[in-house]
């Protein structure tokens, strides 16, 4: 193949890991290996292959064809040495922490984090005696000196999920190098196509697939991919503890990757105008798009986010929780759902959706409201988007 740099993403997003072996019986798409376990002919090759010296497959709980053809798609698209993958995306963020953090280590992170991932540092590490710091997100002279205080994982995810408030990678990245951090990043919102972590600074970036990585709403999944040390690491946490990617599931996300580039640029666009609009609708007291040149972090985002903004916006409308009641069940092109990133529009409350596993206090506390409105913009005809949503919106009126 040609050297990466050489290559473009919606060219790799359709062939890189499909090159690297032959496929069964010269298939021009990558198999489904459903098999659990690789049978060899001689105890010699398959010792070999046990130990890694020799190319192949012992059981799917550790590799498996059609797995390693996802990890290897995203390892190029993000630059990467190594892709290591898991049953979601939790289970990605989940052994990644388990991985590098032990009892007397810390980790500093910021408040805006996924509700599941704040669920981790709130409620699962703390009685492990891992010491957890929660900075505010744009607060970076908190967040530096916390880190100067002994860290052993910086974790950031930017954009935030659901706020969509952006960190600045490069600068906390060269503030946790400087202590010996590990800084993982976790870049479902932005995709491989808008923001490359590892390029900033960051030596482990994860992805729920589960979200635009796969695009259809109909596979499971998670990966993290960086150093190939650290990712070893991972991947040896990961094959003994069993959260192992299904190799349907990863043909799916396979399948769905192919048109990444397509999608992510269709739904920059399209969300782009959403927030204009949004920000100009009489109805609306919030609108939360790093595209926008009032975002707080618009000019770190025009630095770091090289190819657009993303699909995922959020809005508060006035009147809160009783008025998203009644404006939401109106949208005609919406799926009020736990979902994102999908070629559908899905849009629903934090408390329903990335933030039902936190009380009301704690939502508070981060700064989410219960009227917030998460709005994932498909990849439908941007005017129709909005057309619903002003029709929608009148109800409320």
């Known amino acids: 193949m040609l050297e990466k740099k050489q290559?473009?993403?919606?060219?790799?997003?359709?062939?890189?890991?499909?090159?690297e072996y032959e496929l069964y019986e010269r298939s021009t798409q990558v198999p489904v290996v459903h098999s659990v376990s690789f049978a060899y002919k001689?105890?010699?090759?398959?010792?070999?292959?046990?130990?890694?010296?020799?190319?192949?497959?012992?059981?799917?709980?550790?590799?498996?064809?059609?797995?390693?053809?996802?990890?290897?798609?995203?390892?190029?698209?993000?630059?990467?040495?190594?892709?290591?993958s898991f049953a979601s995306g939790m289970a990605a963020i989940s052994n990644t922490l388990a991985t590098f953090l032990m009892p007397g280590d810390r980790i500093?992170?910021?408040?805006?984090?996924?509700?599941?991932?704040?669920?981790?540092?709130?409620?699962?590490?703390?009685?492990l005696n891992i010491d957890v710091c929660l900075c505010e997100t744009g607060d970076y002279e908190q967040i530096e000196s916390e880190i100067n205080k002994g860290c052993t994982v910086l974790y950031l995810e930017t954009p935030t999920n659901p706020t969509i408030k952006i960190t600045d990678i490069k600068r906390l990245s060269s503030v946790a190098k400087k202590v010996g951090a590990i800084v993982v990043v976790d870049n479902t919102f932005a995709t491989p196509i808008n923001q490359n972590p590892l390029e900033l600074g960051a030596d482990i970036v994860l992805h729920s697939a589960s979200k635009y990585l796969g695009g259809h709403a109909d596979a499971l999944g998670g990966v993290i991919c960086g150093n190939e040390e650290l990712v070893k690491k991972v991947y040896h946490y990961r094959e003994i503890n069993g959260a192992a990617l299904a190799p349907m599931d990863a043909y799916s996300l396979l399948r769905g990757m192919k048109t990444l580039k397509l999608r992510v640029e269709h739904q920059n666009e399209s969300a782009m105008i959403i927030a204009r609009y949004l920000q100009n609708h009489p109805l609306i007291e919030q609108v939360n798009y790093p595209g926008l040149e009032s975002?707080?972090?618009?000019?770190?985002?025009?630095?770091?986010?090289?190819?657009?903004?993303?699909?995922?916006?959020?809005?508060?409308?006035?009147?809160?929780l009783e008025a998203i009641k009644i404006f939401l069940p109106r949208l005609k092109y919406a799926h009020m759902a736990a979902n994102l990133g999908c070629v559908e529009t899905v849009v629903g409350p934090p408390l329903t959706t990335s933030h039902v596993e936190c009380s009301a206090e704690e939502r508070s506390a981060a700064g989410i409201p219960d009227g917030l409105v998460r709005y994932s913009t498909g990849i439908e005809d941007v005017e129709d988007l909005i057309a619903d949503l002003e029709q929608a919106l009148a109800a409320i009126s």
């Open 295 to 320: 975002h707080p972090g618009h000019e770190i985002a025009k630095k770091q986010m090289n190819s657009g903004y993303g699909g995922m916006l959020s809005f508060a409308a006035k009147g809160g």
């Open 108 to 127: 500093v992170s910021i408040k805006d984090s996924y509700g599941g991932t704040n669920v981790i540092f709130n409620e699962f590490l703390p009685p």
């Open 42 to 84: 001689d105890i010699d090759t398959w010792h070999k292959v046990a130990l890694g010296e020799t190319d192949g497959h012992i059981y799917s709980r550790n590799t498996n064809p059609t797995v390693r053809a996802f990890e290897d798609k995203v390892k190029e698209l993000e630059g990467a040495q190594s892709a290591t």
């Open 7 to 19: 290559i473009g993403k919606s060219t790799l997003s359709i062939w890189a890991g499909e090159q």
